[in-house]
T-cell receptor
Framework: QKEVEQNSGPLSVPEGAIASLNCTYS??????FFWYRQYSGKSPELIMF????GDKEDGRFTAQLNKASQYVSLLIRDSQPSDSATYLC????????????FGTGTRLQVTL | DTEVTQTPKHLVMGMTNKKSLKCEQH?????MYWYKQKAKKPPELMFV???????INESVPSRFSPECPNSSLLNLHLHALQPEDSALYLC???????????FGPGTRLLVL
């Protein structure tokens, strides 16, 4: 069973702080990794994708990938109350790149 | 522009009804997907169309019938659904089957 694991949270961080969300995956052959943000009652919205080991930055968001340790993380700098949402980690399965395996999501709460 | 549209936004149907969900994108994407999402769970893949051909069916019951009339349009025909089929139905598309998936806003379905 190919798995993607996330801490369900809630992860509570004060406004302005750095939020760190983590995701581990079981299939060592996985090649593409995605972070989606989902507000309650809404659909998932793509935040970041990463294919190579290392860091990838986009504005306040940084995705980090470590294939040797099989984890991917998302850092949100200067967290805002509007960042409060569930963050879904998704991993593509090797050989069937159209199939994404989603983690159960981490609920982030940014407090004033 | 990464817009995927879905209609209707909400749908209530009885167990003997026949209804259809519609998904449209005009981004030139050649892969389209149907997902089902229950509350507090990640999206579950149902079907994948690649170049207008069904490439993945995740053992979905036959009361769900997908259709891809052209490269921009994806339908999900519903018949004799059960109350447990109530969920958020999400459509997604990607440039091709190995690229990033973008989600539509979803149709919230209630089966009575």
């Amino acid at each position: 069973q190919k798995e993607v694991e996330q801490n369900s949270g809630p992860l509570s961080v004060p406004e302005g702080a750095i939020a760190s969300l983590n995701c581990t995956y079981s299939d060592r052959g996985s090649q593409s990794f995605f972070w989606y943000r989902q507000y309650s009652g809404k659909s998932p919205e793509l935040i970041m994708f990463i294919y190579s080991n290392g860091d990838k930055e986009d504005g306040r968001f940084t995705a980090q990938l470590n294939k040797a340790s099989q984890y991917v993380s998302l850092l949100i700098r200067d967290s805002q109350p509007s960042d409060s949402a569930t963050y879904l980690c998704a991993v593509s399965q090797p050989g069937t790149a159209s199939k994404l395996t989603f983690g159960t999501g981490t609920r982030l709460q940014v407090t004033l | 522009d990464t817009e995927v549209t879905q209609t209707p936004k909400h749908l209530v149907m009885g167990m003997t009804n026949k209804k259809s969900l519609k998904c449209e994108q005009h981004m030139g994407h050649r892969a389209m997907y149907w997902y089902k999402q229950k509350a507090k769970k990640p999206p579950e893949l149902m079907f994948v169309y690649s170049y207008e051909k069904l490439s993945i069916n995740e053992s979905v019951p036959s009361r769900f019938s997908p259709e891809c009339p052209n490269s921009s349009l994806l339908n999900l025909h519903l018949h004799a659904l059960q109350p447990e089929d109530s969920a958020l139905y999400l459509c997604a598309s990607s440039l091709n089957f190995i690229e990033t998936q973008y989600f539509g806003p979803g149709t919230r379905l209630l089966v009575l």
